[in-house]
């Protein structure tokens, strides 16, 4: 199975000041049709998770700008350029190339200072 | 506006059986895989099952193999996710998710003597 892996596991920031959220797989995410298929969710208190980003760098519908990810191979990148209160709550990382099964990164609780 | 309704949770004994559903409207659900996914209290998430478009393939993480089964109905736009010889560490919130990209409310199965 791919392991993913986040860091840090918790990030306190500022409002305003921008975060970012690494999370690496134990193999390459490239699928043999070239595309890679990392995802990412967050996860408000008390709300189901909702995708933010697809294929590594794709932002879902309605999702703000200030949201991007990047990445490559095994690396992959969600930062936030600015940090607002509603984005307090919990991102995971998940890969959709070497399934079953699919697999999340641990989470990263993003939480304001 | 697309959604998924889930319904079927509930406290259930050790050993027991329980049959989550999952209502799909707004979207063409046969067209899409389905994945159920599942948080455990206070953890991360954690894929369960899924079950290709048009029914004919299904796939189970370790952990569930040989208890669980994953149906749906396209005519009637629902999910299925028959659940057999629960344990505790079954216990969690539960997701029916539409390829990923939208989620349902969540359902809480709680197994416990």
């Known amino acids: 199975d791919v392991v993913m892996t986040q860091s840090p596991l918790s990030l306190p920031v500022t409002l305003g000041q921008p975060a970012s959220i690494s999370c690496r797989s134990s193999?390459?995410?490239?699928?043999?049709?070239?595309?890679?298929?990392l995802n990412w969710f967050q996860q408000r208190p008390g709300q189901s998770p909702r995708r933010l980003i697809y294929?590594?760098?794709n932002r879902d519908s309605g999702v703000p700008d200030r949201f991007s990810g990047s990445g490559s191979g095994t690396n992959f990148t969600l930062k936030i350029s600015r940090v607002e209160a509603e984005d307090v709550g919990v991102y995971y990382c998940?890969?959709?190339?070497?399934?079953?099964?699919?697999?999340f990164g641990q989470g990263t609780e993003v939480e304001i200072k | 506006e697309v959604q998924l309704v889930q319904s079927g949770g509930g406290l259930v004994q050790p050993g027991g059986s329980l049959r989550l559903s999952c209502g799909a409207s707004?979207?063409?659900?046969?067209?899409?895989?389905m994945h159920w996914v599942r948080q455990g209290p206070g953890k991360g998430l954690v894929w369960v099952s899924n079950?290709?478009?048009?029914?004919?393939?299904?796939s189970y993480a370790d952990s569930v193999q040989g208890r669980f089964t994953i149906s749906r109905d396209n005519a009637k736009n629902t999910l299925y996710l028959q659940m057999n010889s629960l344990r505790a560490e079954d216990t969690a919130v539960y997701y029916c998710?539409?390829?990923?990209?939208?989620w349902g409310q969540g359902t809480l199965v709680t197994v416990s003597s």
């Open positions: 079950i290709q478009s048009d029914g004919s393939t299904t």
């Open positions: 294929k590594v760098s």
């Open positions: 998710l539409w390829s990923f990209g939208v």
């Open positions: 998940m890969q959709g190339t070497h399934w079953p099964p699919w697999t």
């Open positions: 193999q390459s995410l490239v699928h043999s049709d070239g595309n890679t298929y």
């Open positions: 707004g979207l063409t659900f046969s067209n899409q895989w």
